[in-house]
Every structure is written in structure tokens, then in C-alpha cells.
């Protein structure tokens, strides 16, 4: 599967933004999703994950209550919705995908496919 991150930009803290990761394949579905971020210097890290059907979702504690994963099967989507940014959330965000039923990994490596990107700047 291919994966495409889009949505990133400058925001001022407590602005919100919406970022995409639009992926191709028919098995789309049967993938956990995953979203990632990576600050300079910093390593990269978990941020929310989604499972194949939407059914449970996972939110790293600096994500919990800002921040919301969802996916469209039917548009091979899935979106992480950020509200209330700070500038701790400058990082490059990336989607991750893992062909698995029910689980949802924390681990970047546990993901098999990623998309390239997409840079959010928070300013204060």
C-alpha cells in the first residue's frame, strides 16, 4: 500500500488543522493505522492509531483530548483531527500502515508502510 500525508502548515497555538493520509490498494480495510510525528533531534513517535474498521482507536497522553483519528474505508482515508495545538506539536507528522485485525501497535517499527510526511509548525 501506498500512503500520502497532506494537511500540514503553520498554525498559531490553540488553532486546530486537519491532516490526511490518503492511501491506495483495494486491501485498504484490512490495515491499522497508525499516525507518527517527529520532532528535529527528537525520535520519531507514536501519536494515534486507528484498527481496520474504526472500531477502537489509541491516542498517545500528549494526544488524549486534542487530538482525534478517524478513517473512511470507502475513500482509503484516514484523517487525525488536531485541536487546541501547542508549539510541542511542531514536528513532521507521518502515516503508517500494518496489515492487522484488532491491534494496534505503539512501536514504529511494528508498521510496514509510511508516507512521506507532512510538516506542522505551531507557532506561540
Known amino acids: 500500500v501506498q500512503l500520502q500525508a497532506s494537511g500540514g502548515g503553520l498554525v498559531q497555538a490553540g488553532g486546530s488543522l486537519r491532516l490526511s493520509c490518503a492511501a491506495s490498494?483495494?486491501?485498504?480495510?484490512?490495515?491499522?493505522m497508525g499516525w507518527f510525528r517527529q520532532a528535529p533531534g527528537k525520535e520519531r513517535e507514536f501519536v494515534a492509531g486507528?484498527?481496520?474498521?474504526?472500531?477502537?482507536?489509541t491516542y498517545a497522553d500528549s494526544a488524549k483530548g486534542r487530538f482525534t483519528i478517524s478513517r473512511d474505508n470507502a475513500k482509503n482515508t484516514v484523517s487525525l483531527q488536531m485541536n487546541s495545538l501547542k508549539p510541542e506539536d511542531t514536528a513532521v507528522y507521518y502515516c503508517?500502515?500494518?496489515?492487522?485485525?484488532?491491534?494496534?501497535?505503539?512501536?514504529?517499527?511494528?508498521?510496514?508502510?509510511w508516507g512521506q510526511g507532512t510538516q506542522v509548525t505551531v507557532s506561540s
Open positions: 503508517a500502515a500494518k496489515s492487522a485485525v484488532g491491534v494496534i501497535g505503539r512501536n514504529s517499527g511494528w508498521y510496514d508502510y
Open positions: 490498494g483495494r486491501t485498504f480495510r484490512s490495515y491499522t
Open positions: 486507528i484498527t481496520w474498521n474504526g472500531g477502537s482507536t
